[in-house]
């Protein structure tokens, strides 16, 4: 892990790489459904994504969607596990460590990822019977919900069937190019010190979407760039850490956004959603769980729209325990408005 300032950290995972795959695959159509998003997804990513997709297996595919959906995520709740177990550095290791020594309760318990945190139900006094009680009320479409039961009712198969399809994809589809993956990272990290530069807190919190005290106030950020994760952006709090799994072409849509950041303002507070949760805000500060309650939206719905938000600085985030709170910021949006009646008059 390579300290670049204060509570900044660079980190290479290819076993989070390897997640991610399995994840963009699945939802890379929902994932690039704007096209001001995609345009900015480079052509290496979209081609090396086509050809794994090209040549998978269908009893492969469809397990990839079950474990690996952008309303439930499931799978991707490993990572703070695999972050604290220490194990995200080596596939086989990985592998092996999670089928040999993690407890398949443990397991099927992070696919409600950091949502349960945020209740009164706790992670130590979570079981088959309480979780099952609390998917029933968890704000995601009810298939969702379905899977989710019956993974807590058949926790030793579920886990064997999780990772035999991690095994299966890593052997058949993702080895041959762990090599040649592995070797971007030099470059990738080498960008990601140039982006980040002089003004670091400034450039991080474009970067991450997330004001800079907030970004402070964790004792570490530790950032993961993933060479193939197109425009993507995954932030995970482990304790008081953040995790921030960090799509390369990234870097090229965030250094579009900042050419003409008024129009782009524009757009955050011109989707219907996004005004909602804004009239919402105008009322009374809400956490993400909260405005996803009173909406009827999914987390990673929330999330999304949240991120827009935040990154256009129309609502500001502040950290209270182990929830992150959002206000408006009436005097931004006051500001954009005005951008924009100089832009049309």
Not at 150 to 156: A, I, K
Not at 243 to 250: E, I, V, W
Request: hydrophobic share 40%; proline share 2%.
């Amino acid at each position: 892990m390579e300290h670049i300032k204060d509570n900044i950290y660079l980190e290479n995972s290819i076993v989070f790489e390897l997640l991610n795959t399995m994840f963009y695959i699945n939802c890379q159509d929902k994932l690039n459904s704007n096209p001001y998003r995609k345009r900015y997804v480079s052509s290496s990513t979209l081609e090396w994504m086509a050809s794994i997709d090209a040549q998978l297996d269908q009893d492969i595919r469809n397990e990839i969607k079950i474990f690996f959906d952008l309303d439930s995520y499931c799978a991707h709740g490993l990572i703070p596990l695999i972050y604290n177990y220490g194990v995200y550095l080596d596939i086989q290791e990985f592998i092996f460590y999670f089928l040999t020594k993690v407890d398949s309760l443990e397991i099927v318990k992070s696919f409600l990822g950091p949502v349960y945190t945020m209740n009164a139900v706790g992670k130590d006094n979570l079981c088959s019977e309480t979780a099952i009680e609390y998917i029933k009320n968890m704000n995601i479409p009810e298939p969702e919900k379905w899977k989710l039961t019956y993974f807590f009712t058949d926790v030793n198969g579920t886990k064997e069937r999780l990772f035999k399809l991690i095994s299966d994809f890593y052997r058949l589809y993702f080895k041959k190019f762990e090599k040649s993956i592995a070797e971007k990272y030099t470059q990738d990290r080498a960008r990601m010190r140039k982006e980040l530069g002089s003004s670091m807190f400034e450039n991080l919190g474009t970067l991450l979407a997330n004001e800079i005290d907030v970004i402070k106030s964790f004792d570490q950020v530790v950032i993961f760039p993933i060479h193939y994760y197109g425009v993507s952006l995954t932030s995970i709090v482990v304790e008081n850490n953040l995790l921030s799994l960090f799509g390369m072409d990234r870097l090229k849509l965030i250094q579009m956004d900042q050419v003409d950041d008024s129009l782009d303002s524009l757009k955050a507070i011109s989707d219907e959603k996004r005004i909602k949760i804004i009239r919402m805000l105008n009322q009374k500060d809400l956490y993400g769980y909260e405005i996803g309650q009173r909406l009827g939206l999914s987390d990673s719905t929330v999330s999304h729209h949240l991120s827009v938000l935040v990154r256009a600085k129309v609502i500001e985030p502040s950290r209270k325990e182990n929830r992150v709170y959002y206000k408006v910021n009436k005097t931004m949006i006051e500001d954009i408005l005005d951008r924009v009646k100089l832009l049309l008059t």
